[in-house]
Structure formats: structure tokens, C-alpha cells
């Protein structure tokens, strides 16, 4: 499971309590969602699945972010800084909001409100400018949405898609690969204790059941006929300085190191 630490230095304190506003002023503020990832849900009356971002299209000198929500709801995409756009979904439940480019990666908190209800969405949308979407998700691994044009490969090659990793050592490996089939990790050769699987269309997310060491590793997944493998780096991060993320590029990908709602730092590798 992957913890986090529930203090920061004050220089980073102001980018956690955007990011907590951000949230709130999306609707239902969400604290440290990862925290109880072996818990039971809490039993509810009724159940309204959340919003979703699934995508990223262009369309003329911009693009169009688009996804599903609760039909004829209202939809609210907001930046931590406070700008807010807003569209209404259709009788499906599908919806679009326009973006413009951008030369950096940009993260957004999403919402839909319905009837007197405000719905948050899990995590945070984070669109890169090649117009990948990426569902960071706090205390779990990285959801990475193809690019709608697709690409050589496919979009249902098998591969390694993201390495999460936090302060603490814990660790989480995401990616596709062919559907229901039993997976295994190895981390610099040796096995991990726990195993999992891929869904029903292919994608996986799979936890290291110890802590991972900081430093350099080699990461395997393995497969019926299938080995995944990726070079990656835990070495934690440090707050960001300001904002509510960092972004570099490294030798394995695009590194995402961002805060989390419950006021630890997360980093995200987006493996190439």
C-alpha cells in the first residue's frame, strides 16, 4: 500500500491547500482517496458513478477534452488557479470542453452536479501537450488514456504505461496487455509478493508488496507469453517549490511529481 506523509515544510503548504480548494470548489473535497485502498467502501443509499475524462481530441487551433457523466448533467473542469469551464452532457452522458494548446502539461479537477448533488471525480486530469490524458490518482497508479489517432503499435499493444512511487517506498506499475491473464512483478530480478491481474479490457495496475528502495531498478511484469520491462528511478522528490506539480523529462519518461489531497508528494513516471 502506499502511504503518505501527512506534513509538509511551508513553502509547500499554499500548493496543498490549492489543490484541497481546487477540489472543494469542484464539489466534495476528497481526502487522500488512496489512503484506504485494502478498506471496505462505506455503505451508501444510492450510488452515482463520477465523471470521467477519456480522452483528448484536436480540433482546429485548440483541442476538446472529452469523457462521460451522468446524462444532462452539468460538467466543471477547474485549474487551481481558479479558472473554470463548464459544458452540460448530452443525453448519453457524453461531453465536451474546450482547451487551448499548451506547451506544459496542465491539471485540472473535475466535477458534474446533478439535480442538488455535487459529484467529484477520482483524482486529477493532468493533459500533456502530445494530448495524452493522464488520471493521477493519489495513493494508486497512473491511468493513461491513448491518444485518440492511435499509433504504430496499436492501441492494444502490450506495455508498461506508468510507474507511481512515494516517499515511503510505495509503489504501484500500470499498463495493458492482453485481457484476464495473471501477471507477476519482479523488481532487479527478484519476485514481488504480490500478483495480480489484467481486466477485462487489458489493463492493469499492480502493487509492490514491500517497499520499493530509492535509486535506480529494473521493473519486469510477466505474463502468460509476455514480459513487460522498463527501467525506472524512486527517488523521491521534493515538494514543488511552487504550483501544484513538477514536470521533467528523464531517460524513462516524462516524471511527474505532484501533491497529493492528503498532503504528500506522489511522482508518476510516464514510461516511454
Not at 54 to 81: D, F, H, K, Q, Y
Not at 220 to 239: N, R, S
Request: hydrophobic share 40%; net charge negative; proline share 9%.
Amino acid at each position: 500500500m502506499m502511504r503518505f506523509k501527512e506534513t509538509l515544510p511551508g513553502a509547500a503548504f499554499g500548493s496543498v491547500l490549492m489543490l484541497s480548494l481546487l477540489l472543494v470548489g469542484c464539489g466534495e473535497a476528497q481526502v487522500n482517496p488512496g489512503a484506504g485502498l485494502n478498506r471496505e467502501p462505506q455503505a451508501q443509499a444510492t450510488y452515482t458513478a463520477p465523471p470521467q475524462g477519456t480522452g483528448v481530441v484536436r480540433e482546429g487551433a485548440g483541442r476538446v477534452l472529452i469523457g462521460r457523466a451522468a446524462p444532462s448533467a452539468r460538467v466543471r473542469l477547474a485549474t487551481p488557479e481558479g479558472e473554470v469551464r463548464m459544458t452540460e452532457a448530452d443525453a448519453q452522458g457524453a461531453w465536451r470542453i474546450g482547451l487551448p494548446l499548451a506547451e506544459a502539461p496542465k491539471i485540472f479537477g473535475l466535477s458534474m452536479m446533478l439535480d442538488d448533488r455535487t459529484v467529484q471525480a477520482e483524482g486529477y486530469q493532468l493533459v500533456l501537450p502530445d494530448d495524452r490524458l493522464v488520471l493521477l490518482r493519489a495513493g494508486a497508479g497512473a491511468v493513461v488514456s491513448p491518444v485518440p489517432s492511435g499509433g504504430a503499435e496499436g492501441p492494444a499493444a502490450p506495455r508498461l504505461l506508468a510507474f507511481d512511487f512515494d516517499e515511503e517506498g510505495g509503489a504501484v506499475v500500470s499498463g495493458r496487455a492482453t485481457p484476464e491473464i495473471a501477471l507477476s512483478i519482479r523488481i532487479d530480478g527478484r519476485p514481488v509478493s504480490t500478483d495480480g491481474a489484467t481486466d477485462a479490457q487489458g489493463r492493469f495496475s499492480l502493487p509492490f508488496g514491500a517497499p520499493v528502495p530509492p535509486g535506480p531498478h529494473r521493473i519486469d511484469v510477466m505474463g502468460e507469453q509476455l514480459v513487460l520491462t522498463a527501467q525506472v528511478d524512486a527517488t523521491p522528490a521534493a515538494p514543488p517549490e511552487s504550483g501544484a506539480f513538477t514536470a521533467r523529462a528523464t531517460s524513462s519518461g516524462l516524471r511527474i511529481d505532484w501533491l497529493t489531497p492528503g498532503g504528500g508528494v506522489q511522482s508518476t513516471l510516464l514510461l516511454d
